[in-house]
């Protein structure tokens, strides 16, 4: 008897043994996205060593080393939304620009990757060229090393799967559907499908959880939006924005709330809580200030505003910041040049707008400084500019007794006894920093209202992005050269502006080349803006052009280059882009679009 029962036991623990193995494991989504990624970087990699096979080959055969080449980058914009987010040097490499780089700290990146594949295959591929093939489909074959390397040895975490999932519907809109990635075969409604679908496989874990669908059914709709219309110069890029991308970003927002996913937050211009690109509070104006201190109060705005008209701070005391930036004129003068201080010779650049200035991860038209506080201290001593002394200012500000108050109210110091050149300078990047409108009809259209726009801006618009490659430098929602989805850098561009109307001979300023001495750089300058373009006339860094009209006819046929100057380095096609007269216009109508509704 005794050995029935314990062979009674042994058979309900042998039952209890299965019935445990067989419970099906909880679904952890990180770590199964981290596997998916796996296989999608390998067959990426496949894909590579094909192309690379094909390239060795003696009879290599132009049509299928392209066709092989599109389905390299299919490959690669399936799990692009990781590979930006979590291997952003990898990601430059792999499919950054085709145009040598140099970072704000002065490094200097070369060129590499399927931009620059594309630009060997396409329109047609020259044998000579073979040696750079190869070398550029190695660089390819280091990436996917290093791919597997991250997702193999370090985890995902949640919130960085769905901050990394928004960022690339940010990027799709961005610069996806722009062509920025691949101006020659123009496949980019293909390639943002693939990129989406991507964004799709990572998220199912998530939306699993919540049994709705909602997310992946908006996914999927959207795919098949770009699959089914593919061609470029078509293509309605507000429809597709607004219609799809919006809604997908603010599902991914909702679903994470939902979650209660844990965010681990930092200091970035695109907020992370930011549903789309267009809320109105999608920027964080902070963003680039030099520290936790240095960020906007109610006080030092005030402060700041006052400084900023007062002529307290140059050489001669008649002249302020207000002198050229005057906020009647969107903070600009409305001059080509204005006059050096107590001359009557012109200063060397054109003045800039202010509005939306805090937005930028550098200034000047040559880049040459990373805050407002570093901008503001360089013109007031910029012998030129206001030929003044911050050393000086600061003594003079002290002893007024009006200044020293608010001083003290917005710099509250302990046993304070001076003021810091610093605080003037954050004073006045601080006023700078308030006067970021987001707020223009474009915006409030993109936020909802449809009756904000007309079907010429609209038209414009989809012009703008996609077969005017005006967005393909003047990136949206910014419209200028802030790099998106991070806008941690911001472009300069050689697009060969003459040095008069009346002559094809490029303007003598070198731009940023006198910042950085490297040769791509000569004549290069900071993209500017366009939003309020229409009310900050004239244009250039040297105020060369008077019209919307006569900017949107430089570009039209190319540049510089496309006006028959010989310019080897020049970053804008020099093709001439065919747009009708009515084109140009219904562009010019959407620039207007964007102007800022400011206050009095």
Known sequence: MKKYIQLFILLVLISCFISISCQEKPIVPEKEIAKALLIQIDSFASVCNRLK?????????????????????????????????????????VNGPPVQEVELSGQVIEPSGLQIIEGLLFPAYDTANKKDLLKQLSVLQNGCGRYRTRFKNIDIL?????????????????????GFDNPLTKKS??????????????LVYYENKTDTGKLAERLSRATDYLLANPAFDQFNRMEFITVHANPITEDISDLETKLKIHIIRYNRLLNQDAKTLFDTNAFNVNAYAPDHSSFISDEKIALGKILFSDPILSGTGKRSCRSCHQPGRVFTDGLAKNTIINQNELLDRNTPTLVNAALQPALFYDLRVNTLEDQSVNVVQSSKEMHGSMVMSVKRLWLDEKYRKKFLTAFPYEDKTRIDTFEVMNAIGSYVRSLVFLNSRFDEYM?????????????????FMGKAKCATCHYMPLFNGSFPPRFVKIDAEVIGVPKSTKENIIDPDMGRYAVVKVESFKHAFKTSTVRNAALTAPYMHNGVFNTLEEVMDFYNKGGGAGLGMKIRNQTLPFDSLSLSRKEQDDIISFIKSLNSQLPN
């Open 189 to 202: 409604m293909e390639e943002s499908a693939a990129a989406l679908e991507g964004v799709q496989k990572a």
């Open 53 to 93: 096979t094909l390239a060795e080959s003696a009879s290599a055969d132009q049509t299928t080393l392209q066709q092989t080449f599109l389905q390299c980058r299919q490959a690669f914009k399936k799990f692009e939304w990781a590979a930006e987010y979590f291997e952003p040097m990898t990601a430059q490499a």
């Open 447 to 463: 936020r909802g209202d449809r009756s904000k726009m007309n079907a010429d801006e609209i038209n414009g618009f989809n012009l």
């Open 158 to 178: 949640d919130w960085q799967v769905f901050d990394a999932a928004k960022l690339e519907l940010f990027r799709i809109e961005t610069l996806g559907i722009t």
